[in-house]
């Protein structure tokens, strides 16, 4: 079996200084000094958080570039875990690219690290307690010399025909099927998946809010299971959401909104009744859907309803379908 290496960069930020924040990735990995064999004969591949600027993007693929990098492709962090589905996507891409190493790069107030490791080929990236080199430095051009410095020095570059700017923009598509802004009425009579969180206490608001909300068949079951199984215990429609900046959620879904737009108006039920909120299009909100496991048609709702929180974001894609059905 071929082993893949992924070389992504992530910058978040810190809780504290000197403390990273819970990172999918980054939690996982045991930090070493070693360069990790063949990082300059191998592609590479870059996850980035959002408040990193086109002109640092630009540095850091030009000193990949000197220093033998190959990063054929950029993404946001934000986009990469999304949701399930979009996690999905970009683990086949990787794949199909070939791609073979990852960097993360986390910033703090006073400090930048980049941290190397490998892919593993899967859904969740790493491995638990896989080893990464990590490079650390309150200024992001020395950290990114010492990368270059280090890794030229321990390893021939293999690596010759390389971009020179990042590459970025790449479509995500998770429907398969028909987009549509309205719900699935069929769902008076067709049984809805609702999957678990698998964390305690939001399963147990889970099952709560969908005993006292929805009026129709659901029924609880395990996240990942694919739609062979799903349609086999009788389930003709599940339940998905993205967890993003409102911008990347609308994006993903194929909302048309201009690249401009700073701030997105949502329909919300806080007490029972409609109300507009509006949030910065940066700000991380849950945004529900509905999907025919068949034919991967999805629906949206009829009117934009993201919010803050996940209870709150279900409730509103809940009550404006019992709205819409009167």
Known sequence: MRFFVLVGLLLVSFT???????????????????????LLAKRSCVFYNSGINDEALELIQKTFQNTGIDAV????????????????????????????????????????SFTITPF?????????????????SANPNDALQTIYRTAVNNQPIKNLLINSYPERNFPTKIIEGRRSD?????LKVDRLAVPWFKEANKDTLLVNFFKDNYPFQYGMVEPGLDKRELRNKGFHYILHYLHTEGAIA???????????????????????????????AETPIYKFYLKHLESGNVFLGTKWDADVTWLDALRNQIKGFKSELK
Do not use: C
């Not at 309205?182 to 069929?186: E, L």
């Open 73 to 112: 492709a950029y993404f946001k962090k934000e986009l990469v875990f999304a949701g399930l589905e979009v996690t999905d996507k970009i683990m086949d891409y990787l794949i199909k690219r070939e791609i073979d190493f990852i960097i993360l790069i986390i910033q703090s107030e006073n400090k930048y």
């Open 250 to 280: 609308k994006d993903i879904l194929g909302y048309q909104t201009p690249s401009s737009e700073s701030a997105i108006t949502s329909v919300t039920y806080p007490n029972g009744e409609i109300k507009l909120k509006t949030l910065s």
């Open 182 to 186: 309205f719900f699935a009425i069929d």
């Open 120 to 136: 593993n080929g899967k859904q969740d990236f790493v491995n638990e307690g896989q080893p990464a080199w990590s490079v650390v």
């Open 16 to 38: 504290a200084p000197g403390q990273h924040s819970v990172d999918p990735i980054y939690s996982k990995l045991a930090l070493t000094d070693n360069v990790p064999d063949q």
